[in-house]
């Protein structure tokens, strides 16, 4: 049976990784409530902190947050961590001006994306927004992997990928308004392709 923790707590226990991707990162007023979704071991968290920004990260791995922490505190910054599942309500978390969810909804099931996407829906204030990054279905990688559901493979060491089309996060987000998707592409190594899809999402005008 697919365990996300147990297989983010394998990955991250070799420490640090990636080491520094904070791209898509939107434009916020100083001292704005950011919710992370999927914070890792911290690198869209200290640039979010490094901007003024109050925020909430939270994410499965116990490992990935030792990390955050240890990586924020080097550089006397501060933010709230907490091992906190997306797919379980949020709601004593309070309301949010942002929610990032950068690379996270891809390692759910669909069942599980869906869930997650109702419960930040329930802690985005009134005029908030949403920003999504995650790979989309013309990235190299489509394909590698066993399918365990459509456009979803599980890897080796256990992290389920899944790939986006842009009608999917469309989808995904019908409440918002404002969707701003759009699909980056670009050459790795010379000839591997690789792809995202990103998009910021508000509120419909006349949400209650």
């Given amino acids: 049976m697919h365990d996300p923790k147990v297989a983010w707590d394998r990955r991250y226990s070799s420490g640090v990784k990636w080491g520094g991707s904070k791209q898509g990162l939107p434009d916020l007023e100083t001292g704005a409530r950011v919710l992370e979704i999927g914070c890792g071991t911290g690198d869209n968290t200290i640039s979010a902190v490094g901007r ?7 994410d499965l791995s116990s490992k990935g947050l030792d990390i955050a922490e240890k990586r924020l505190s ?13 797919t379980l309500p949020l ?8 929610v990032l969810l950068h690379h996270v909804l891809g390692a759910m099931l669909d069942e599980e994306r869906r869930r997650c996407v109702e419960n930040i829906l329930e802690v985005l204030s009134a005029d908030g927004v949403i ?17 365990v559901e459509d456009g979803s493979f599980l890897k080796e060491d256990g992290i389920l990928q899944h790939f986006f089309t842009e009608e999917e996060v469309r989808g995904l987000f019908s409440d918002m308004r404002g969707m701003e998707i759009s699909i980056e592409s670009w050459s790795q190594k010379g000839s591997l392709k690789r792809s995202r899809i990103h998009g910021l999402l508000q509120w419909e005008d006349d949400r209650e």
Avoid: Y
């Fill in 52 to 58: 003024g920004w109050r925020v909430t990260a939270i």
């Fill in 131 to 147: 920003s999504f990054l995650d790979l989309s279905v013309h990235d190299m990688r489509f394909g590698k992997g066993k399918v």
């Fill in 74 to 86: 080097d550089r006397g910054l501060k933010a709230v961590l907490l091992e906190r599942d997306a």
């Fill in 91 to 98: 709601c004593d978390l309070g309301l949010f001006d942002c």
